[in-house]
């Protein structure tokens, strides 16, 4: 992880690169950089020829050897920066990205005593779309690990308050309004479910990638070797690096998979940003205390503040997110004709999704880790909020068959503050027989919560 006190970091453009530099995890540096970028065209590069070399037809011609296999694979294990700044000086000269990956090859084939009669064989049938989409499809999938994982712990601390909190009643707002009685661990059982059904769903997606030369037909493919049936072959290779082939596409693979990956990983955010928003409001309305930590500052005039900035850390890193994947999944959904260049830009900023969605996923373990109930401010708003039992009160009165049921209850009680007093007068006025009038009377607002524990308990 990044330090922040160096001269890179202080004057980094991007926050991600400079002021969260350090809560970055390391390995979407790894992935999401152009060192990762180009790392990963290695291995699809790599991967092809030692692929194609075992086809029937290309293994005549050009035959591998283990000892040829390890060597090559060893130039995509030791790969480093430094040889990726190998590559950036190719690419400097010749001004393609993909191709100079191909030079960069070519140039370690040289030095091996056989392979160097084997070179040809690199991107061999290969558009360098086909790298790119291999490539992206590969980095998607690595992000998604990361991911998953924060987003797994992030579901266990939610488990945990849910169930320490399985009978904490509280007062619900609907509308902002006092209404009826819930508890704080079925209300984050509505996230954790929510959360969980996504991640499921994110698991369940199929990553596609296209090996189909320049348009999509396998043009050269055929017309070299027909003999082999490449849309097979090809469909092989995919599967053998954990993808799906996509068999209709242009020269690019057409991003569908992806734009809905993104969509996914948007609905994810608008989950947690509501949650984030919630445990925000929750704080507002002194419900929930934060632990403070003593060297912190909470504000630069008002020593006594203790701001819940770890929420709105990740609601401004979520609304980042969302941005971007609805910007960039609609991009991706087009391109003119068999071509054009523009996804090309667009994809490079996948990796800002994943190191902001990070960056908030990591921002709500923290604050949530930070927090206790207010009982006795829950307790006090709860005990005093009588009026919350005019709907218990109108439902047995409807069920009874009163006539106008409702409009009584709320000519007695809309807008007002009312006192156990007050409703026992209530009860006591209306039409319901005495059993149930008892009933009604010895109802408290926090005896008034349903299901909420039984459902805040329930394994999903």
């Given at each position: 992880m990044a330090n922040l006190n160096n001269e890179f970091t202080i004057k980094a453009i991007s926050p991600i690169d400079g002021r969260y530099a350090s809560k970055i995890h390391s390995e979407l540096n790894n992935i999401n950089s152009e060192y990762g970028l180009i790392k990963k065209r290695l291995f699809v590069e790599i991967e092809w020829f030692i692929f194609l070399s075992s086809l029937s037809s290309i293994k005549k011609k050009f035959p591998l050897s283990k000892i040829e296999k390890d060597y090559i694979r060893k130039i995509y294990k030791n790969f480093n920066t430094k040889e990726a700044l190998k590559v950036k000086n190719i690419e400097s000269k010749i001004k393609h990205d993909v191709k100079s990956i191909e030079y960069y090859l070519n140039r370690k084939f040289n030095t091996h005593r056989s392979l160097k009669n084997k070179k040809e064989l690199i991107h061999f049938c290969a558009t360098s779309e086909d790298i790119n989409n291999i490539s992206y499809a590969l980095i998607y999938k690595d992000n998604l690990e990361i991911i998953?994982?924060?987003?797994?712990?992030?579901?266990?601390?939610?488990?945990?308050?849910?169930?320490?909190?399985?009978?904490?009643?509280?007062?619900?707002?609907?509308?902002?309004?006092?209404?009826?009685?819930?508890?704080?661990?079925?209300?984050?059982?509505?996230?954790?479910?929510?959360?969980?059904?996504?991640?499921?769903?994110?698991?369940?997606?199929?990553?596609?990638?296209?090996?189909?030369?320049?348009?999509?037909?396998?043009?050269?493919?055929?017309?070299?070797?027909?003999?082999?049936?490449?849309?097979?072959?090809?469909?092989?290779?995919?599967?053998?690096?954990?993808?799906?082939?996509?068999?209709?596409?242009?020269?690019?693979?057409?991003?569908?998979?992806?734009?809905?990956?993104?969509?996914?990983?948007?609905?994810?955010?608008?989950?947690?940003?509501?949650l984030s928003k919630d445990i925000w409001i929750y704080?507002?309305?002194?419900?929930?205390?934060?632990?403070?930590?003593?060297?912190?500052?909470?504000?630069?005039?008002?020593?006594?503040?203790?701001?819940?900035?770890?929420?709105?850390?990740?609601?401004?890193?979520?609304?980042?997110?969302?941005?971007?994947?609805?910007?960039?999944?609609?991009?991706?959904?087009?391109?003119?004709?068999?071509?054009?260049?523009?996804?090309?830009?667009?994809?490079?900023?996948?990796?800002?999704?994943?190191?902001?969605?990070?960056?908030?996923?990591?921002?709500?373990?923290?604050?949530?880790?930070?927090?206790?109930?207010?009982?006795?401010?829950?307790?006090?708003?709860?005990?005093?909020?009588?009026?919350?039992?005019?709907?218990p009160i109108q439902t047995i009165m409807r069920y009874h068959n009163i006539p106008n049921s409702y409009e009584i209850i709320k000519k007695s009680t809309r807008g007002k503050i009312i006192d156990k007093c007050e409703i026992d007068k209530i009860i006591s006025k209306s039409k319901l027989d005495k059993r149930v009038k008892d009933k009604l009377i010895k109802l408290k607002p926090r005896d008034y919560i349903g299901l909420a524990k039984k459902l805040a308990l329930k394994k999903i």
């Open positions: 998953k994982s924060e987003l797994s712990k992030l579901l266990k601390k939610l488990f945990s308050l849910e169930k320490k909190y399985a009978n904490t009643q509280m007062l619900s707002r609907t509308h902002g309004q006092k209404a009826s009685p819930t508890t704080f661990g079925k209300e984050i059982k509505v996230f954790s479910s929510r959360l969980k059904k996504q991640l499921i769903s994110a698991k369940s997606r199929k990553i596609f990638a296209k090996m189909n030369g320049a348009v999509g037909n396998y043009n050269a493919h055929c017309f070299v070797l027909p003999e082999i049936k490449w849309e097979n072959e090809t469909k092989r290779f995919l599967k053998n690096i954990g993808l799906y082939q996509n068999e209709y596409t242009t020269q690019i693979e057409n991003h569908d998979w992806l734009a809905e990956s993104l969509n996914e990983i948007s609905i994810i955010s608008g989950i947690l940003l509501d704080i507002m309305l002194d419900y929930i205390k934060q632990k403070s930590n003593s060297s912190e500052v909470g504000s630069s005039t008002m020593p006594h503040k203790v701001n819940p900035i770890d929420f709105e850390n990740a609601e401004g890193n979520l609304e980042i997110v969302i941005g971007l994947c609805q910007t960039i999944s609609k991009k991706l959904l087009s391109s003119r004709l068999q071509r054009d260049l523009s996804d090309s830009t667009v994809l490079r900023n996948i990796g800002l999704i994943f190191a902001h969605f990070y960056l908030s996923i990591n921002s709500l373990q923290t604050g949530l880790s930070k927090i206790e109930l207010n009982k006795s401010k829950i307790d006090l708003e709860l005990d005093s909020s009588w009026e919350i039992l005019a709907e």
